[in-house]
């Protein structure tokens, strides 16, 4: 078991995390980035990108993530592929344990282990997932070619992702518990003028129907939340794409955090209630939730950690 020390210890390797060890390591703190489970973030498992600055054409979201890895390591940050579960804040350096059982000191902590997306957790839902049931259309749809599928949600991710099943499946039906979507209206637009979609109301998933062999999705029991009314679809895959929760578990009692798990951070900062953590990206944000905010409140935070460690004399 290894011991490490650095001035900024990086917790998350999403579009904040690596944003913040870009600044960090241009700033000569020698970062350490910590990768957790999932190397890259949740921009690892989406396609295309179009909305992030500086590629007209677009990007893939694992290109994004492993050009800004690769921008962050020829700069100085040195990335493990490591997962931190135990923190004590109560002193520094703040230390940090991992699962390999490895100690991480860090003279300032900048936390961006971001959100993980949510499921609907009905008994059927848990058993068919992995085999039918998921929550990511980037990755699974592929898996559905020339099938009948569903997705429930009515933000954005499920709007852009029923539309993108639509590459693959041969029907896409969207259930969403209200008689409006939240998405966006051009994304709406979208959606509606698409003739492989359609669109149930005001409906709840009630159960998940499957087969045994081969274990599969054959089809979802729904109830319309208004009348009570129950029926029955016949669709070979099930995708849930209603928002996510932040990966906070590890801070509870030890930083502030929203009713949801957000971290809170002051005013026009990323700092937390405790002096010399701070948060970043999606693990403190819950409105605007995209790369390009992940990646400035990244910025924020490394700058933040810089000021602090100046003021208190641990750089000159
Ligand atoms: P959102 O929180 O925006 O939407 C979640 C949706 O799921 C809502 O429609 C909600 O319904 C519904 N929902 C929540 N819980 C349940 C439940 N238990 N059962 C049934 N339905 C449920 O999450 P998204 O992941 O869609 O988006 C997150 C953020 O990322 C947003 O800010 C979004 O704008 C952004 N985003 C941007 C994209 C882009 O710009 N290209 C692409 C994807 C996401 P209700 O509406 O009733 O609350």
């Known amino acids: 078991m290894a011991t490490h020390h650095t001035k900024v210890l990086i917790i998350g390797s999403g579009a904040a995390g690596l944003t913040a060890a870009i600044y960090a390591a241009r700033a000569n703190l020698k970062p350490i980035l910590l990768a957790g489970l999932q190397p890259g973030g949740q921009l690892t498992i989406t396609t295309d990108v179009e909305n992030f600055p500086g590629f007209p054409d677009g990007v893939q979201g694992p290109e994004l993530m492993e050009r800004m890895q690769a921008q962050a390591e020829r700069v100085g940050t040195e990335v493990i592929y490591d997962l931190i579960t135990e923190v004590d804040f109560s002193k520094r350096p703040f230390r940090c344990v991992s699962d390999s059982g490895d100690e991480y000191f860090g003279e300032t902590v900048i936390i ?4 993980t997306a949510r ?3 009905i008994p ?6 992995g085999f039918g049931v998921s929550a990511c259309a ?4 592929f898996f559905f070619r020339g099938k ?4 429930v949600g009515g933000g954005n991710t499920a709007v852009e992702e029923a539309i993108f099943l639509t590459n693959h499946a041969s029907s896409v039906t969207l259930i969403h518990r209200r008689d409006s979507l939240r998405a966006e209206r051009v994304m709406q637009d979208h ?16 159960e998940v129907k499957g087969s045994e ?5 054959t ?8 009348t009570g009314e129950t029926s029955e679809i016949d669709v070979a895959g099930l995708f849930v794409a209603i928002g996510h929760t932040p990966n906070t578990a590890m801070f509870k009692d030890v930083l502030d955090m929203d009713a949801e798990g957000y971290l809170i951070t002051k005013p026009d900062s990323t700092a937390t209630n405790v002096p010399g953590v701070f948060a970043a990206g999606d693990v403190q944000d819950h409105i605007f939730r995209q790369a390009i905010t992940a990646a400035g409140t990244g910025c924020m935070a490394a700058i933040e950690a810089d000021r602090f460690l100046v003021d208190h004399g641990k750089i000159a």
């Open 119 to 121: 499921w609907l957790d």
């Open 112 to 115: 961006s282990t971001g959100a």
């Open 213 to 217: 062999s081969p274990k599969s999705v």
């Open 148 to 151: 009948d599928v569903a997705i």
């Open 138 to 141: 980037t990755c699974d749809a």
């Open 124 to 129: 059927s839902e848990v058993e068919y997932r």
């Open 219 to 226: 089809g979802l029991r729904l109830r319309n939340v208004n």
């Open 191 to 206: 959606l509606f003028a698409n003739p492989k979609v359609k669109v149930i109301w005001d409906s709840v998933v009630d």
